[in-house]
C-alpha cells in the first residue's frame, strides 16, 4: 500500500500563492503518474496537473503558467506550487499516484480557498 499525506491548504487573497505538498509512504522512483486534481463544490473532480516519470507534465488550460507540478524523489514528494490565484481556483485538491503494481491512491484532500 501507499500512503500519502497531503499539506500546504488554506485561504488565500486573490493574486497570492500557495504551495501544496503530497508526501508517499514508499518511494516514487517507480510512479509512472503523479498528480494534483481538485472539486469545487457542486462540480466534477478534475485533473490539475500531473507528472510522469520521464519527468514531462502537463496541466489543465485553466492553470497553464500559473501552477508547476514538481517532484523531490528524495523526499518522496510531489509538489504543486500555485501563483497568481484565483477565487475560481477554489477547490479541495487531491493527490493521486499510480504506483504501478501496487495500484493507484488518493490523498485525504485539502482545502484552497481564494478570496479577499
Known amino acids: 500500500q501507499v500512503q500519502l499525506v497531503e499539506s500546504g491548504g488554506g485561504l488565500v487573497q486573490p493574486g497570492g500563492s500557495l504551495r501544496l505538498s503530497c508526501a508517499s509512504s514508499r518511494s516514487i522512483l517507480s510512479f509512472p503518474f503523479m498528480g494534483w486534481y481538485r472539486q469545487a463544490p ?6 490539475v496537473a500531473a507528472i510522469i516519470s520521464g519527468g514531462s507534465s502537463n496541466y489543465a488550460d485553466s492553470v497553464k503558467g500559473r501552477f508547476t507540478i514538481s517532484r523531490d ?26 504506483a504501478g503494481a501496487l495500484g493507484a491512491y488518493w490523498g485525504q484532500g485539502t482545502q484552497v480557498t481564494v478570496s479577499s
Open 42 to 47: 457542486g462540480k466534477q473532480r478534475e485533473l
Open 73 to 98: 524523489n528524495a523526499k518522496n514528494t510531489v509538489y504543486l506550487q500555485m501563483n497568481s490565484l484565483k477565487p475560481e481556483d477554489t477547490a479541495v485538491y487531491y493527490c493521486n499516484v499510480a
